[in-house]
């Protein structure tokens, strides 16, 4: 272990922080409830400007077309190297 430039060692111990003296809010049930707290969270999400979600939508289908190209030109070497090279070796 290493020392510290002190030279004692120091425990790590995890410290607990307090952020409030409120009681934790009792859990409601049922699907009303659900609903309604999906419908909070709902109104916290930050959604992107129409440029944003046009740029990223065209960023993700310009990586699909990219990432297929790739597996087909994988797979197409892959299956000629199986397929003709090596078994029409043995033949």
């Known amino acids: 272990m290493t020392e510290h430039p002190s ?5 790590h111990q995890k410290k607990e922080v307090v952020v409030s003296n409120k ?14 707290s999906s419908w909070t969270e709902f109104k916290k999400v930050v959604w992107p400007s129409r440029d944003e979600a046009v740029k990223m939508t065209v960023f993700v ?11 087909y ?3 197409t070497i892959i299956s000629w190297l199986f397929f003709d090279v ?3 070796r043995k033949g």
């Not at 009681?23 to 309604?36: I, S």
């Not at 289908?61 to 597996?71: S, T, Y």
């Open 23 to 36: 009681p934790a809010p009792e859990k409601k049930e049922g699907l009303f409830a659900y609903f309604k």
């Open 73 to 75: 030109a994988a797979d």
């Open 86 to 88: 090596l078994l029409n």
């Open 61 to 71: 289908i310009i990586f699909v077309a990219v990432l297929a190209a790739f597996i």
């Open 7 to 11: 030279g004692r060692k120091e425990d």
